[in-house]
């Protein structure tokens, strides 16, 4: 049997403040961190009530500093959680002590309903419905339970084809309709949730991204439901997907006729498969062929801290930026430059296993090719647009000064390392902005000024890794010659490999970071 939402999946761009909004403001819990099935780089947060319970679930994928969609025709646009009818007071009371604006209290079908943005200017309503209520509604959270959000309430479908996505849900995930008002018609499940069906005729399309509603999720009562379904579903053109295994459910996708992407889930196996119900949320999961693996990532995927907790409050300055803390910090910072087409995270694991205790910093360059990050603009493999280096190098010294007084850095303690691109970047930094890099690594590095300033780098401490293989390698002597004239000290080591990054890397690095520590 097919009953009601199983969960609605969102998409974040900045996860703390995602944990502030609905484990803080809204005191909803925090039942799973997982690393995405389809993406293990992603994180993956679900909110709940205290089971973690089908019905209850909100999740978001988030896409740290990721670029931002469109909410339109083809999507849910709106997500509506239940409260007690008597609680809109207290809601409309806390929302203004958080800052929130918040409109209404206003009738829909019926009933009163707080309309609200998360920081993704998703929009969330606090619908008043009195019969919706969960059997095990989160008290660890500094809301009265009187008042504590209960479960999903619905959704707001947004279709050019209303006729048609109304006919699909009723045909297949057991919707009827309750009653029209106006250019929505509302359908109701045996589990008493909503969907409200909007003729958006005449809006624009949505484009996925941050911002956005990716998917709405119906309750399967077992797989056999799933199969049911399927097979149903392959009589019309909802273009069904394969099933997949989700660990806590097995489910299914397809697209109902107006375009919005539909999933099945099973109620089974459940939150608590793998952590106790009181533990729910506390530790974080991978999928079980995830390519990459737990511990790296953990320092790749974002981190935030539960209301209440110490965390990083991050600054606006001039390059996308993400650190990682490890669990007991040794005070060192080491300052990361991704090579093409890498981002603010790729360096992270490498630089955590030379340096397990170190805060890092990934750094994001502004440059691209073809989409993806660089740190200038090349002309062709081996020459370059020298005004960008210069342009971009500025910028990065004067996200170092904001990023030194933001962050309470001390510059002299700061270990920049840079990959090809961005090590190309740092040795150009030497001479542009001398007396900001004091101590570097510089992996896969080619001299890339076609005209180098006179610098003074005595007292900057440098390792040169190149690889035997590679074909900029070449290059390498005549950089660390140029260092080693311009008064740096300079140590080189040459790897078997090629361009890419590897272990063979890190006991070169360590070694290093020993005798510069003497």
Do not use: C
Not at 2 to 17: D, E, L, M, W, Y
Not at 228 to 235: C, D, F, G, N, Q
Not at 326 to 346: A, C, K, M, Q, R
């Amino acid at each position: 049997m097919v009953s009601g939402i199983h969960h609605v999946t969102a998409v974040t761009r900045k996860v703390q403040a995602n944990v502030d909004f609905y484990a803080g403001f809204l005191g909803m819990r925090v039942v799973k961190q997982t690393a995405g099935y389809e993406d293990a780089t992603q994180l993956h947060l679900f909110y709940g009530d205290a089971a973690g319970a089908p019905g209850s679930l909100l999740t978001f994928l988030v896409w740290e500093d990721g670029s931002p969609g469109r909410a339109g025709y083809g999507q849910i646009s709106e997500i509506s959680l239940s409260i007690n009818p008597a609680s809109i007071g207290y809601w409309l009371t806390r929302a203004m002590s958080f800052g929130l604006r918040s409109e209404g209290p206003a009738d829909e079908f019926g009933e009163p309903v707080l309309r609200l943005k998360d920081p993704d200017n998703i929009i969330l309503k606090l619908a008043g419905a009195k019969d919706l209520r969960s059997p095990a509604a989160w008290d660890g959270a500094s809301i009265p339970v009187e008042h504590a959000v209960q479960r999903v309430r619905g959704a707001t479908m947004l279709t050019e084809k209303p006729a048609e996505s109304r006919g699909f849900l009723e045909s297949h995930f057991g919707y009827r309709f309750q009653a029209n008002r106006g250019t929505i018609d509302r359908l109701v499940s045996q589990s008493g949730d909503i969907i409200d069906v909007r003729d958006a005729r005449g809006f624009w399309s949505g484009a996925p991204g941050t911002g956005t509603i990716d998917h709405i999720a119906f309750r399967a009562a077992d797989e056999e439901t799933l199969l049911s379904v399927r097979k149903a579903l392959e009589t019309t053109e909802a273009s069904p997907t394969n099933m997949h295994d989700r660990k806590y459910f097995r489910s299914l996708y397809a697209r109902e006729p107006g375009g919005t992407l539909i999933e099945l889930a099973t109620d089974k196996p459940g939150m608590i498969v793998d952590e106790e119900q009181a533990a729910l949320g506390k530790k974080l999961f991978a999928p079980p062929d995830a390519i990459t693996n737990l511990h790296d990532l953990k320092v790749v995927l974002p981190q935030f801290s539960m209301p209440g907790q110490p965390r990083i409050n991050y600054r606006e300055l001039p390059f996308v930026h993400r650190f990682y803390t490890p669990p007991d910090p040794d005070g060192s910072v080491f300052v990361l430059l991704h090579g093409s087409g890498g981002n603010e995270t790729t360096l992270m694991p490498l630089l955590n296993k030379a340096a397990p205790r170190a805060t890092l910093l990934g750094v994001r360059g502004r440059a691209t090719e073809e989409g993806f990050p660089r740190w200038y603009k090349r002309i062709t493999p081996f020459s370059f647009d020298q005004n960008d280096i210069k342009t971009e190098a500025e910028a990065f010294a004067a996200f170092i000064e904001g990023a030194v007084k933001s962050y309470g850095l001390d510059p002299q303690k700061v270990v920049y390392v840079g990959y090809s691109n961005g090590a190309n970047l740092l040795n150009s930094l030497l001479y542009l902005h001398p007396n900001l890099v004091h101590k570097a690594v510089l992996l896969r590095s080619m001299p890339v000024l076609s005209d180098y300033p006179h610098a003074d780098l005595k007292g900057t401490d440098l390792l040169v890794i190149s690889g035997k293989t590679d074909a900029y390698g070449k290059y390498a002597s005549e950089l660390e010659e140029r260092l080693k004239s311009s008064g740096a000290t300079v140590d080189s080591d040459v790897i078997p490999g090629g361009h890419d990054l590897g272990d063979a890397d890190v006991p070169i690095i360590q070694k290093w970071l020993l005798q510069e520590n003497r």
